[in-house]
């Protein structure tokens, strides 16, 4: 008994942390420019073709790579990635920075679809498997079995969290970035490069969302260019729920989704006797968000409707 | 600007020849299009429904200002009334007249039920939420197989009637459809003018004023999300109707986008907006349909750009029925 619940426990661990590393993207891209990215889970998408792509062009067959072909191809093909959101940001977002709110969210809504349309292009619409970045061998810890895949992932999603929360709050982009987002006028005003900042953002929101697809398809050893849509809105989902804009909240939000739905896969059947399968997952996931956000409007950890939020209303 | 009344009169009178020919134009197009090839009506048909489906979002984005991203959900209740009361899937083989009001009182349901818990919630939280419902009655028709037939859907539909005249053919549908989209598009431009729908207004402007000068801003929304439910289960009943099968496919999340997306690059708060909008997201992946894989490449760069190039839509507010209604009559 024990054992299962220790098994489950690392079960949602490992996907909480991949949807932290998500959640963090659509909630700094938030919290700097108030606008919901939705072409953010096709990060994600790419990041594993990235990665696929760079492993096969660097070692010919992308399932016999050596261990430093594997970390060359990450740091590659999340960088690529976190160009390509820049990329993005400079073309289908940067022009209508002063327009209304609903735009630029429209606009991500094109993106989102023009890329996973472009990436079944390229690659073909099935699903793919992919290579584990992490040697699979399986522990026995207290009656559970704990695989290196799982800890590998774990290992790296805290250090990439962890590398975030230097970057913003030890860094001087970080400053940046920060100022940015308490106020773009005023930032300007003391000589802050604006774009520079907001470049900064979609860059390493990119880069996390790029790393959690690659971690999540070696997790499941598949991907698809539709990957992006569900997880997206998992993650999506998770930043809300945390509060949106705020980045212990994304990652609060990730973890706290990520249980609800291990223990909803695993209690629902057992609960109703059979009656509600595990598909009611997400029914479950969904219904946790309304329920949050009934209590606390602005999530776990947001800042309630303040005088500054409400300046944005009328926008639409 | 002309703002004094002769200098208006002047501009109507002005305008006046302009009017005519569009509204000749329209008339000519939607007398002919019933004689084309069955292939081109079923394309009006989709292009209508999509119409009438803009038109009650429009209600709760373009009038009362709220995100609803989950709009499909209601237009999947209207749709499920008539597979489930007109099939054999529970052996009720309902006519046409008695599910329309069965699925509008559903509708009207589900609407206040996902407005009552968001009530509090404003913009993009109100759009997640919505999103949520929106998949979970998505979820539950596809696993409620028992009743719904989940994944596979329900097949073999009675056919439609009203009063022993068949509504099948798409030719028959095409004129049930017209009937639908003009009443309903003149009933809901009169309610944007009338007492409810200057509350919208006001709710929409600026949400704490309007409460403080006495509108109740609960009963408004709850009544744009019941009004704008109504019409999207109309749709539904008619889009099953017409295709005489249903599946969970037909309302995903892209479905929502894609009405959101035509409202407000058509142009948000105006019923010729939605036309032209759905004009350009329906028609134009049937003109590609030759490029079939790079389709929806071209509509999501053709999203971004159309965006880009006009933020506000393809026709402003600005150029709305009246000024169409007032250069035809001259007043």
């Not at chain 1, 990520?258 to 109703?272: D, M, R, S």
């Not at chain 2, 053709?302 to 035809?328: C, H, N, W, Y």
């Amino acid at each position: 008994m024990l054992g299962i619940f220790f098994q489950q426990a690392v079960n949602a661990l490992t996907i909480g942390s991949i949807y932290a590393l998500i959640a963090l993207g659509y909630t700094m891209v938030y919290g700097v420019l108030r606008m919901i990215n939705f072409a953010h889970g096709e990060m994600f998408m790419l990041g594993a073709y990235a990665a696929f792509l760079v492993l096969a062009l660097l070692a010919g067959d992308a399932h016999a790579a050596g261990p430093l072909t594997l970390v060359a191809a990450f740091v590659i093909a999340v960088v690529a990635v976190g160009g390509i959101g820049v990329l993005i940001e400079r073309f289908a977002y940067k022009p209508l920075r002063n327009s209304t709110r609903l735009a630029p969210m429209l606009s991500s809504l094109g993106a989102s679809l023009a890329l996973v349309a472009g990436m079944q292009i390229l690659a073909g619409p099935q699903p793919v498997a992919f290579p584990s970045f992490f040697p699979s061998v399986t522990y026995n810890v207290m009656g559970g079995t704990v695989t290196s895949v799982q800890i590998g992932i774990l290992v790296a999603a805290f250090v990439l969290m962890y590398g975030l929360t230097l970057l913003v709050n030890r860094s001087r982009i970080g400053v940046i970035v920060r100022a940015v987002s308490e106020s773009r006028q005023t930032a300007r005003l003391l000589g802050i490069n604006v774009d520079f900042a907001i470049s900064m953002v979609f860059f390493t929101g990119a880069l996390l969302g790029a790393a959690g697809g690659i971690l999540y398809a070696s997790y499941y050893g598949i991907m698809s260019p539709t990957m992006g849509a569900v997880v997206g809105l998992k993650a999506f989902t998770a930043a809300i729920l945390g509060g949106i804009g705020s980045i212990p909240g994304a990652v609060l939000g990730a973890f706290i989704l990520a249980f609800v739905e291990v223990a909803g896969t695993a209690l629902l059947p057992l609960l109703t006797g059979g009656l509600l399968g595990t598909e009611y997952r997400d029914v479950l996931a969904f219904a946790i968000l309304i329920l949050v956000l009934l209590v606390r409007p602005a999530g776990i950890l947001g800042e309630p409707v303040s005088e500054e939020s409400m300046v944005y209303k009328r926008e639409f | 600007m002309p703002t004094d009344a002769p200098s208006l009169r002047a501009a109507a009178r002005a305008s006046r020849p302009i009017a005519l020919l569009v509204l000749a134009l329209i008339v000519a197009l939607v007398l002919v299009t019933p004689f084309l090839p069955n292939y081109y009506i079923r394309v009006a048909n989709s292009l209508l429904i999509y119409v009438l489906l803009g038109i009650g979002l429009n209600i709760v984005i373009g009038y009362a200002g709220l995100l609803d991203l989950g709009f499909v959900a209601f237009y999947a209740v209207g749709a499920y009334s008539y597979a489930l009361l007109a099939s054999s899937q529970l052996g009720l083989h309902l006519p046409l007249v008695a599910i329309l009001p069965i699925a509008v009182s559903l509708g009207v349901l589900a609407g206040v039920l996902l407005g009552i818990p968001v009530l509090k919630l404003r913009g993009d939280y109100l759009a997640i939420v919505t999103l949520g419902f929106g998949e979970i009655i998505r979820i539950l028709i596809n696993n409620l197989g028992a009743v719904t037939g989940g994944p596979k859907g329900v097949a073999r539909l009675d056919k439609a009637s009203i009063g022993g005249l068949d509504i099948a053919r798409p030719a028959e549908i095409y004129w049930l459809l017209v009937v639908v989209v003009v009443v309903t598009g003149l009933l809901v431009w009169r309610l944007e003018r009338s007492i409810l729908g200057k509350a919208w207004a006001a709710i929409r402007e600026d949400q704490d004023a309007a409460r403080g000068i006495g509108i109740n801003t609960t009963n408004a929304k709850l009544a744009a999300f019941a009004t704008s439910a109504a019409i999207g289960s109309i749709a539904g009943v008619i889009f099953a109707a017409s295709q005489r099968f249903v599946s969970p496919e037909s309302f995903s999340l892209q479905e929502s986008v894609l009405i959101v997306l035509m409202i407000v690059i058509g142009g948000i708060g105006n019923i010729l907006g939605i036309v032209a909008g759905a004009a350009i997201l329906i028609l134009l992946p049937e003109v590609l349909r030759e490029f079939a894989e790079w389709r929806v490449l071209f509509l999501g760069i053709l999203m971004i750009v159309l965006i880009i190039a006009r933020p506000a839509g393809l026709v402003p507010r600005s150029i709305g029925p009246e000024k169409l209604i007032r250069g035809l009559f001259g007043k």
